[in-house]
Every structure is written in structure tokens, then in C-alpha cells.
């Protein structure tokens, strides 16, 4: 079956600037949640959706938002962007049971000049 | 600052050489995962551990969960170039994973 798509792969954009990343879920998951990777970091948390709900929020500011549709597939927005915001950002679904196994896509790669 | 630790940042060794890799941290989690990343591809489950004191054998791979459920290691046995990568762990609470750093692995042929 389909693996988690997202899009786009790649893309820059300046300060101030907003974006809009995409998700598209493994058929028949209805959880989908947002990590921001970056070397110093690791994997940050962000948030959660499960059936159009978010579930969970990491420590992000209100500049990083996010929803999900009735088809599981979700967004993420980030807003007046910062040099500090360019990083991967990595999607997962997942059944959301526990133990759970989370399935990423290959990520978004957000540059900020 | 990380929920979980990871030991250590780098580690570079010789194909057929054994290594260790440590995830510790002060929380106790409900099940911990490992995880491996490849370069440009999102992280991919290896192993799920959640009764304290639990070992599990993935081929040349061993991973443990502490008696408390605080800490992990993932031992690979006879590492291959093919182990390259950046092992993740994560632990789990109430359906959320908070990750470790990551301990990069480079396997020399």
C-alpha cells in the first residue's frame, strides 16, 4: 500500500514569508503528527491530529499551526517565517494505538533566507 | 533540552566491529522505540519494547528496555556498511514520542 506522501520535497523561502506543507496518511490511519528535524535539535514534536482534532501540541509558537481534513490528509502552516524555522519537516501516521508505530514520509525541506 | 539522551553523537566504526548505542532518560515511558534514518527518507521503526527488563533480537540487532523503563540499548553485533545510519530512539506516553538526538553510525567497509 501507499506510503505517507508528502509535499512539497523542497523549498525556500524568505523571512516573513508563510508556508504550507502537506500530508497525505497511509490508507486507513487517521492519526497524522509533525516533527521539525534539525542537526542541532533532533526531532521536535509539534503537534497531533487524530479524526480532525488535535490531540496533542509540542513547545512551538503559535506561528506553527495545523489542521486535518475528513480524509486524514493534513497541513501544516508556519507563518512569518524565521532563519530559525529551515529544517525537515517529517510527517507520520499511524492507527494511533500504544504501542504504536509511527510510519514518516520522506519529509518537506524548508529553507529560510 | 531532550527528554531522552542519547550516547553517543558519533560513532564510526570498522565492518565487523560490535557496537552499543544508549537512550537515557529520568521519565518512564509506556514502551520505548528504536528508529533508523536514512539520508533523505523519513526515520523507519526497527524495534518496539514496552515490559520493563525486555530483550528483543532483530538478526545482528539487540535492544533492551531497562527494569525501570527509563533507559535503552541497542547493540549491533558484526556491524555491516549496510547499518549506516542515524538510530533513533523514542519513548512513548499517552500516544506522544519524544525523541532522542540521534546517534549517527558510520560502518567503514
Known amino acids: 500500500k501507499a506510503g505517507v506522501t508528502q509535499t512539497p520535497r523542497y523549498l525556500i523561502k524568505t523571512r516573513g514569508q508563510q508556508v504550507t506543507l502537506s500530508c497525505s496518511p497511509i490508507?486507513?490511519?487517521?492519526?497524522v503528527s509533525w516533527y521539525q528535524q534539525t542537526p542541532g535539535q533532533g526531532l521536535q514534536f509539534l503537534f497531533e491530529y487524530f479524526s480532525e482534532t488535535q490531540r496533542n501540541k509540542g513547545n512551538f509558537p503559535g506561528r506553527f499551526s495545523g489542521r486535518q481534513f475528513s480524509n486524514s490528509r493534513s497541513e501544516m502552516n508556519v507563518s512569518t517565517l524565521e532563519l530559525g524555522d529551515s529544517a525537515l519537516y517529517l510527517c507520520?501516521?499511524?492507527?494511533?494505538?500504544?504501542?504504536?508505530?509511527?510510519?514518516f514520509g520522506e519529509g518537506s525541506r524548508l529553507t529560510v533566507l | 533540552t531532550q527528554l531522552l539522551e542519547q550516547s553517543p553523537q558519533f560513532l564510526s566504526i570498522q565492518e565487523g566491529e560490535n557496537l552499543t548505542v544508549y537512550c537515557n532518560s529520568s521519565s518512564v515511558f509506556s514502551s520505548l522505540q528504536w528508529y533508523r534514518q536514512e539520508p533523505g527518507e523519513g526515520p523507519v521503526l526497527l524495534v518496539t519494547?514496552?515490559?520493563?527488563?525486555e530483550v528483543k533480537k532483530l538478526k545482528r540487532l539487540t535492544f533492551q528496555f531497562g527494569d525501570a523503563r527509563k533507559d535503552s540499548s541497542l547493540h549491533i553485533t558484526a556491524a555491516q556498511p549496510g547499518d549506516t545510519g542515524l538510530y533513533l530512539c523514542?519513548?512513548?506516553?499517552?500516544?506522544?514520542?519524544?525523541f532522542g538526538a540521534g546517534t549517527t553510525v558510520t560502518v567503514r567497509a
Open positions: 490508507s486507513g490511519h487517521r492519526s
Open positions: 507520520a501516521s499511524s492507527l494511533r494505538t500504544s504501542p504504536g508505530e509511527l510510519f
Open positions: 519494547v514496552v515490559t520493563g527488563g
Open positions: 523514542a519513548g512513548e506516553t499517552d500516544y506522544k514520542l519524544s
